[in-house]
């Protein structure tokens, strides 16, 4: 008989061994990492957070969350994240994949947690109330088209200067600290401690391969740092940036840096929607990029939490405009979880809700593909 749970701390390697024979097969080439690559999610501590179901007492399916908080503009959301969803191949198809998430579900919503981020978008979750709501631009640039001393950011080279780490943990111990506060000064982004930064830098979560071919730079002015920018290199020869932070020309400078110096051959930055300013110094480069969803999903897992925490975002931009909230004059339906969620943060397709809507949303979502990325 098939039975649900919360993990406990000693089932955690059994679920990572499961996720590994899921997401890194044997014949895949990939080395077995879930464990490495998502050292703070599948641990121990957040065992409570992994849920299993159980057949005779072995696990044959998982669904797990890492608590978290967002940050828009100093205002806290709890957002947790889901990932490691996987059913053993002989279970699937008979509704305990489905069984489990409810169980997620019910349990984010039993503790008060508005929203989740879900890595995938599949029926699976699409079904039970998730969507894709948030977007970027996609830069991909080759190094051979750039044309490199045409570009407005080499006026900056006396300005700014570039350092380059491969990861090691001993060079990196040594930048930790800027990058971690460069991070903490974003506008939009998860809390992440200057503790869990090395972890997680260390971990690379997200990555293709592990451990991957990382390539780190780092821009200052003068002895103060000034932005960074995290690549994995691809087998594709790609260099794929999953996170920068600092000031936005800065962030500029080190793709231009990288591109004319060769560091790297091609070069793909995601720039969230939000992210006007960087996206428009790219543009200014002659750079395109081309718009698409995160492939992550949200939802609405606790309406009334959710509005609770979002309400201080929206009366603040109410009060720019000189409008005050009335709760009775909102355009969409409030218990309703995935009208909610476009309402409140849809950036990739938004509808038009009228005035003074149209100019206080979308509440900008962190890029989920970071260091946070489950
Ligand atoms: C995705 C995954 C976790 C689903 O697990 P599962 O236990 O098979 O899930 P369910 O049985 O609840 O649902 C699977 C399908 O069976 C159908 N189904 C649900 N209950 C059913 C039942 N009682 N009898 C027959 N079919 C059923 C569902 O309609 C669903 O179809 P879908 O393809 O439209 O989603 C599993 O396929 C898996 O491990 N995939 C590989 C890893 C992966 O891709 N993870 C997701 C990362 S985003």
């Not at 994995?232 to 231009?256: C, I, K, N, P, T």
């Not at 698409?292 to 979002?310: D, E, G, H, I, K």
Request: charged share 20%; net charge negative; glycine share 8%.
């Amino acid at each position: 008989m098939i039975t649900i749970r919360r993990a406990r701390p000693e089932d955690v390697q059994e679920i990572i061994a499961l996720a590994n024979s899921v997401f890194r097969p044997p014949d895949s080439g990939l080395s077995p990492s879930m464990g490495m690559q998502y050292p703070l999610f599948l641990s121990e501590q957040n065992a409570q957070n992994l849920f299993i179901a159980e057949d005779n007492g072995r696990i044959v399916a998982h669904n797990g969350t890492m608590p978290g908080t967002i940050l828009v503009n100093g205002h806290p959301i709890s957002m947790s994240s889901m990932g490691s969803v996987c059913t053993h191949p002989d279970y699937r198809g008979q509704g305990i994949g489905t069984r489990v998430l409810m169980s997620v579900l019910d349990s984010l919503r039993e503790e008060g947690i508005g929203l989740l981020a879900i890595s995938g978008g599949r029926g699976l979750y699409t079904r039970n109330g998730a969507a894709h709501t948030a977007g970027y631009l996609n830069f991909t640039i080759a190094s051979e088209s750039y044309a490199t001393e045409d570009s407005l950011f080499a006026d900056l080279r006396d300005v700014y200067s570039v350092a380059y780490s491969e990861y090691c943990e001993e060079a990196v111990s040594t930048i930790a600290d800027e990058m971690a506060a460069l991070y903490q000064a974003e506008s939009v982004r998860y809390l992440r401690t200057g503790r869990e930064f090395p972890i997680l830098l260390k971990a690379a979560p997200g990555a293709q391969k592990c451990p991957p071919d990382r390539l780190i730079a780092m821009c200052s002015i003068g002895k103060s740092a000034a932005a960074y920018t995290i690549g994995y290199r691809q087998e594709d020869d790609v260099l794929r940036v999953v996170e920068y932070a600092g000031d936005r020309l800065a962030v500029g400078f080190l793709v231009h840096r990288m591109l004319s110096d060769k560091a790297v051959q091609k070069l793909s930055l995601d720039v969230p929607t939000y992210d006007r300013q960087l996206a428009a110094y790219l543009e200014a480069c002659g750079f395109k990029g081309s718009s698409r969803p995160y492939a992550s999903t949200f939802m609405v897992t606790n309406a009334s939490a959710l509005w609770n925490q979002v309400r201080p975002i929206i009366e603040e931009r109410l009060s720019e405009c000189g409008a005050a909230l009335s709760l009775n004059q909102l355009p969409v339906n409030c218990n309703e979880g995935q009208e909610l969620l476009h309402f409140l943060f849809d950036a990739h397709q938004r509808k038009t809700y009228g005035q003074p809507w149209d100019s206080v949303l979308p509440i900008p979502l962190p890029w989920v593909n970071g260091l946070n990325f489950i």
